[in-house]
């Protein structure tokens, strides 16, 4: 075909789940609960972290409460446009929102890789030099760790975000997910995406597996320092809701972004478990077993019970 005769794709098709309207229908009301109890449990921790002054002086809690607000970010990029889609028929996104997406997606995504690594840090110090815990954790490294997260989400993003545009979009344009990722949308470039696709995986794959084996190693490195019985049973109890969180959240990033860009039908199933499921269940993992965050939760309701009987009479 001649240069200028060729067609340049304007908008995506996304796949979605199912055509059939009563499926989608019972789907639109499962994933609306996902996503409003994924708002519901981390603005209650957000907001029990900052009412709290315990809670708001501690490294772990204030770390805890920016992982909230970038899982609020991470399903916010993805969720509210699959609800919208269950409720439309065509399931259309055009060029440039399908790169924005991708772009907060990865943005988001690689920030809170490097938060829970620093809340690992954050572990360690406290149980391996407790004396030391407060001078080193300061609030000051605290924020300068977060900022570090998020800068280090947008330089990877962006890195992800030019490989793909540079790419020539001129045929196929059904993406074969609910949401614009790397691996489905430059399976649709019109070129050879080969040297891409090398680039991305040694960027993406290289991040969350090298993040992962960083948190793996410092929990094991917690636990062999520890010598005692009831020392390593503490620190087995506050470490396994770091753990959870790690694996539910690394361990479908790896599976999807470090291998070559094919597609397996479990996919979606995949990305729902990242992208909705597991910001879903962060809090109610950090809240069930820990005693310190329900009692400042229960103080909280009691507060806001107070007051508005006050308000009533």
């Known amino acids: 075909m001649d240069k200028n005769q060729?067609?340049?794709?304007?908008?995506?098709?996304?796949?979605?789940?199912?055509?059939?309207?009563?499926?989608?229908?019972?789907?639109?009301?499962?994933?609306?609960?996902?996503y409003v109890s994924t708002w519901v449990g981390n603005v209650l921790i957000m907001i029990t972290v900052a009412s709290d002054k315990y809670l708001n002086s501690s490294a772990m809690y204030f770390l805890l409460g920016n992982l909230s607000f970038l899982d609020l970010c991470y399903s916010t990029v993805t969720t509210p446009k699959l609800l919208a889609d269950f409720l439309n028929h065509e399931k259309l996104i055009s060029y440039d929102q399908c790169i924005v997406q991708l772009f907060f997606l990865h943005f988001v995504g690689a920030a809170e890789m490097f938060l829970l690594t620093v809340m690992a840090y954050d572990r360690y110090v406290a149980i391996c030099r407790p004396l030391h815990y407060t001078t080193v954790m300061s609030r000051g490294l605290c924020c300068a760790l977060v900022a570090a997260s998020w800068m280090g989400g947008f330089v990877h993003s962006t890195v992800q975000t030019i490989l793909t545009i540079r790419l020539p979009f001129c045929g196929p344009n059904q993406v074969d997910n609910f949401f614009c990722d790397v691996p489905p949308v430059i399976k649709l470039a019109c070129a050879d995406t080969f040297v891409?696709?090398?680039?991305?995986?040694?960027?993406?794959?290289?991040?969350?597996?090298?993040?992962?084996?960083?948190?793996?190693?410092?929990?094991?490195?917690?636990?062999?320092?520890?010598?005692?019985?009831?020392?390593?049973?503490?620190?087995?109890?506050?470490?396994?809701?770091?753990?959870?969180?790690?694996?539910?959240f690394f361990g479908p990033c790896i599976f999807i972004y470090a291998r070559p860009f094919s597609t397996f039908s479990v996919d979606k199933m995949v990305s729902v478990l990242y992208n909705v499921i597991t910001p879903m269940l962060n809090p109610l993992i950090y809240t069930l077993r820990n005693k310190e965050v329900k009692s400042a939760m229960q103080k909280l309701w009691v507060r806001t019970g107070l007051t508005w009987r006050k308000q009533e009479a």
């Open 196 to 248: 891409i696709e090398l680039l991305m995986v040694s960027n993406s794959g290289l991040i969350s597996t090298s993040s992962f084996v960083v948190l793996i190693s410092s929990y094991t490195t917690i636990l062999v320092k520890i010598r005692s019985k009831e020392g390593r049973r503490k620190a087995l109890s506050t470490c396994a809701s770091h753990l959870m969180v790690v694996t539910l």
């Open 6 to 34: 060729t067609v340049v794709v304007r908008e995506f098709f996304l796949s979605g789940f199912s055509q059939i309207s009563s499926v989608e229908a019972g789907l639109f009301v499962l994933f609306l609960f996902f």
